[in-house]
C-alpha cells in the first residue's frame, strides 16, 4: 500500500524518481505526487488518478531541476483520492515535504494540537501532521533526521515516513515502523523505496531496514539510527533478480507475464530443497527436527489468495503429517480464543511479507509462544524476520496486483513443509516421500501443458464478459481452489463470483442457480471414485436447473462429458496436487474475461498489492 521512493546523488532527482514510481505503481494507484530540492528551494508536483496524470501535469509544468527527490503513489486511507490529499504535503513555511504509507493512528488528536498552535493544515489526511509536527522540532534544533526521531517517538500506529527539508539539501531522511522501507546503496548515490523494484535498475545492494528506525541518506553515505538515536546494526543484502523481472517482458500486462512464468516459479521453488538422495532439506527453515517432532498442532493464517494457499495445505499436512491443522484468516486470528502453546507451529503465508493483517497474527502466536514460521516471496520483508523460520518461495517478483505465480509457489513450498515433516516425523516412509517429491518435480511441466491449451478458456472467457455472476463449485482441495477462482474474477472482473463447497449447495446455494448462470466445476482425479462420482452428480443437479456447466477435469475423464456444457481437461495428477493444475485455467480465465470487459488487470480499482493496513 502507497509506493515511496527518494533519491540523492547525481542524477536528475526528477528521472529517478518517476522511474520508480512506475515500478511501484501496483502498491497504489490513487494518486502520485513529487518533491524536488534544486536551488530555487523545495518544489513539489501532485495529481490524482494514475501516475500518467502525474506526468502529464509535469509536462505541461515541468519542476526545476535537482538531485534530491522523493516521490509517492499513493493507496488512499485518510481522505479522498483527489489532488489536495496526493502526498507530498508540506508545512507552513512550505520547507518540510513529507511522504507517508501506512496509517497515523492518532492523528485526530496531533492535528488538533496543531491546529490550536496556529499550524494551517490543508488536506484531510493523517501524513500532513507530520509535516506540521516536523516544522516545529525544527526549531527546536539538531536537524532533519533529529526533528524526525522526536516526531516519530509522538506517533501511533504503522508508518513509513520520507522527508526532506530545504535547509539541509543534501538530505534524504526516513522513518520505519511496521511498513517497508529499503535502502538502495550505490556510487555516489543512494535511495530509499517500499520496494527493492525502484531502484534495481540502479543498484541491487540493499539495506533492510528494521523496527523503529530512522535512515539519514547522503549522496556519499548512509546511517541508520534507532528512533531513540541510537546506531543500529543494519542487514546488507544483495537483491539476486535484475531489472528484467521488473519489466513486462513483452506481454501486455504483468498479470499475463506472471501467470506465463509459472513452470519456471514451481521449479525454483522446489531448487536446491531435494538431496542427492531424496530427502528433503529445508535448512534454512530455523527450526529443528526435534521442535518439529514435538508440534502437536499447527495453525495456519494469511489473507486472500495465500489464504486459499493455507487452506489447501491443511489437507497436505493432515493427509502427509499427520498432525492436526487449523486455517485461519490472519485478521480474525487475534479477535477469538485461540488455543496455542509452545508446541503449537503456526505457519504464516504471505507473498509480500508487509501484510499487516498476517504480521500482527504472527505477533500474537509469539506473545503465546507459538513457533513461528514464514512462507513468504519477498526477501528483505517483515514477515521472515518476525518469525523463527522462513520458507522462501522464490516465485520472483510478484508486481500484478492479483496473485497468481506467488500462489502456486505457496503450494509448492506448503507441500514440501509438509512432506518434510512427514519425512521427520516419520509419517510417511522415506521411499513414499521420495515418491511425491518426484511427482511434485515434474509439476512445472504439467503446469507448462496447462498454459499451452489455454486459447479454448480465453475465448470461452471473452464470451462471458456480459454475465453478471458466476458460481465455482470444488470439493477436498478443488474447494480452496473455487474460492481462488471466485476470488480471481471478483477483484478483476468487478463481477460477482462465489465458491462453493460442492457438497454444501443443497444447503442453500443451489437455490441461485438459474437458466444459463455459468457454473464452473472443478472435478477431482477420477482415482479418487467417491469425490468423483460425488462431483458429477452436483453437475447433473445444476445442469438439470439450467447453468451452463463448465466443468475442469482430467484429460480423458470421459464420465464428465455428457454434462459439460464445456470441457476443461487438464493433465492428470494426484489429488493433493491437482491444485496446482486446475487453478491456472482459472486464472486465464478471470484475466482474459476482465481484459474483454477493458479493465486494467495489473491495477484493479480499490485494490492495491501489500495491504500495509489492518
Ligand atoms: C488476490 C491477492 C490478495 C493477497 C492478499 C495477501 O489476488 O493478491 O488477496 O493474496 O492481500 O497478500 P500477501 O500474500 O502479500 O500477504
Given at each position: 500500500m502507497c509506493g515511496i521512493v527518494g533519491y540523492v546523488g547525481g542524477r536528475p532527482a526528477l528521472d529517478v524518481v518517476i522511474e520508480g514510481l512506475a515500478r511501484l505503481e501496483y502498491r497504489g494507484y490513487d494518486s502520485a505526487g513529487i518533491a524536488v530540492l534544486a536551488e530555487g528551494g523545495l518544489a513539489t508536483a501532485k495529481r490524482a488518478g494514475k501516475l500518467?496524470?502525474?506526468?502529464?501535469?509535469?509536462?505541461?509544468?515541468?519542476?526545476?531541476?535537482?538531485?534530491?527527490?522523493?516521490g509517492h503513489t499513493r493507496w488512499a486511507t485518510h481522505g479522498a483520492p483527489n489532488d489536495r490529499n496526493a502526498h507530498p504535503h508540506v508545512d507552513c513555511t512550505g520547507s518540510v515535504a513529507v511522504i507517508h504509507n501506512g496509517i497515523i493512528e492518532n492523528f485526530a488528536a496531533l492535528r488538533g494540537e496543531l491546529e490550536e498552535a496556529g499550524h494551517k493544515l490543508g488536506s484531510d489526511t493523517d501524513t500532513e501532521a507530520v509535516a506540521h509536527l516536523l516544522e516545529d522540532e525544527l526549531k527546536a534544533g539538531g536537524g532533519l533526521a533529529a526533528a524526525m526521531r522526536r516526531v516519530c517517538r509522538r506517533l501511533e500506529g504503522a508508518f513509513t515516513l520520507v522527508a526532506v527539508h530545504t535547509g539541509d539539501p543534501d538530505l534524504v531522511v526516513g522513518a520505519r515502523r511496521n511498513s517497508p522501507l529499503v535502502v538502495g546503496v550505490g556510487d555516489g548515490e543512494n535511495f530509499l523505496a517500499s520496494d527493492v523494484a525502484a531502484f534495481i535498475a540502479h543498484t541491487r545492494d540493499a539495506i533492510e531496514l528494521g523496527q523503529d528506525q530512522i535512515v539519514e541518506l547522503r549522496p556519499g553515505?548512509?546511517?541508520?539510527?534507532?528512533?531513540?538515536?541510537?546506531?543500529?546494526?543494519?542487514?546488507?543484502?544483495?537483491?539476486?533478480?535484475?531489472?528484467?523481472?521488473?519489466?513486462?517482458?513483452?506481454?501486455?500486462?504483468?498479470?499475463?507475464?506472471?501467470?506465463?512464468?509459472?513452470?519456471?516459479?514451481?521449479?525454483?521453488?522446489?531448487?536446491?530443497?531435494?538431496?542427492?538422495?531424496?530427502?528433503?532439506?529445508?535448512?534454512?527453515?530455523?527450526?529443528s527436527d526435534q521442535e518439529l517432532r514435538e508440534v502437536d498442532k499447527i495453525i495456519i493464517v494469511a489473507c486472500g489468495t495465500s489464504f486459499h494457499a493455507g487452506l489447501i495445505a491443511k489437507y497436505a499436512i493432515e493427509h502427509w503429517a499427520g498432525l492436526p491443522c487449523e486455517v485461519e484468516l490472519a485478521s480474525e486470528f487475534r479477535y477469538r480464543d485461540a488455543i496455542l502453546s509452545p508446541t503449537t507451529l503456526?505457519?504464516?503465508?504471505?507473498?509480500?511479507?508487509?501484510?499487516?493483517d498476517a504480521l500482527m497474527a504472527v505477533r500474537h502466536a509469539r506473545e503465546q509462544k507459538a513457533k513461528l514460521l514464514g512462507i513468504c516471496n519477498v526477501n528483505g520483508s517483515t514477515l521472515p524476520r518476525e518469525c523463527d523460520g522462513v520458507l522462501y518461495t522464490h516465485a520472483g517478483p510478484e508486481i500484478a496486483v492479483a496473485s497468481t505465480k506467488a500462489f502456486l509457489t505457496q503450494l509448492v513450498a506448503v507441500y514440501l513443509i509438509a512432506l518434510y515433516i512427514a519425512q521427520v516425523r516419520g509419517t510417511k516412509w522415506g521411499d513414499e516421500v521420495f515418491a511425491m517429491v518426484q511427482l511434485l518435480e515434474r509439476m512445472p511441466e504439467k503446469v507448462e501443458k496447462v498454459l499451452e491449451t489455454m486459447e479454448p478458456v480465453r475465448e470461452l472467457a471473452r464470451s462471458l464478459a456480459g454475465e453478471r455472476c458466476v458460481l465455482f463449485l470444488g470439493r477436498h482441495v478443488g474447494f480452496p481452489v473455487a474460492l481462488e477462482g471466485a476470488l480471481k474474477l471478483k477483484e478483476l472482473a468487478y463481477m460477482h463470483a462465489e465458491g462453493f463447497a460442492a457438497g454444501e449447495l443443497k444447503h442453500g446455494p443451489i437455490a441461485l442457480i438459474e437458466q444459463g448462470l455459468p457454473v464452473?466445476?472443478?472435478?477431482?482425479?477420477?482415482?479418487?471414485?467417491?469425490?468423483?462420482?460425488?462431483?458429477?452428480?452436483?453437475?447433473?443437479?445444476?445442469?438439470?436447473?439450467?447453468?451452463r456447466?463448465?466443468?475442469?477435469?482430467?484429460?480423458?475423464?470421459?464420465?464428465?462429458?455428457?454434462?459439460?456444457?464445456?470441457?476443461?481437461?487438464?493433465?492428470?495428477?494426484?489429488?493433493?496436487?491437482?491444485?496446482?493444475?486446475?487453478?491456472?485455467?482459472?486464472?486465464?480465465?478471470?484475466?482474459?474475461?476482465?481484459?474483454?470487459?477493458?479493465?486494467?488487470?495489473?491495477?484493479?480499482?480499490?485494490?492495491?498489492?501489500?495491504?500495509?493496513?489492518?
Open positions: 500518467v496524470n502525474l506526468r502529464g501535469a509535469l509536462e505541461d509544468e515541468p519542476l526545476p531541476a535537482g538531485t534530491l527527490g522523493m553515505g548512509v546511517t541508520v539510527t534507532g528512533f531513540d538515536g541510537r546506531p543500529a546494526e543494519v542487514k546488507e543484502y544483495h537483491v539476486d533478480w535484475d531489472v528484467s523481472a521488473a519489466e513486462k517482458d513483452g506481454h501486455d500486462y504483468f498479470m499475463l507475464k506472471e501467470i506465463a512464468e509459472q513452470p519456471r516459479a514451481v521449479a525454483d521453488t522446489l531448487l536446491g530443497r531435494i538431496g542427492a538422495d531424496g530427502r528433503l532439506t529445508l535448512d534454512e527453515m530455523r527450526i503456526v505457519i504464516a503465508i504471505s507473498q509480500s511479507g508487509e501484510t499487516m464452473v466445476v472443478i472435478v477431482p482425479p477420477r482415482a479418487r471414485d467417491v469425490l468423483h462420482d460425488k462431483i458429477v452428480s452436483n453437475i447433473q443437479e445444476i445442469r438439470a436447473r439450467g447453468a456447466t463448465i466443468v475442469i477435469a482430467e484429460e480423458g475423464d470421459r464420465s464428465v462429458e455428457p454434462y459439460a456444457d464445456t470441457l476443461i481437461g487438464v493433465p492428470a495428477v494426484p489429488t493433493l496436487l491437482q491444485p496446482l493444475v486446475t487453478t491456472v485455467p482459472l486464472q486465464v480465465f478471470a484475466c482474459e474475461l476482465a481484459t474483454a470487459k477493458g479493465h486494467d488487470v495489473d491495477q484493479p480499482r480499490n485494490l492495491a498489492k501489500s495491504v500495509t493496513v489492518e
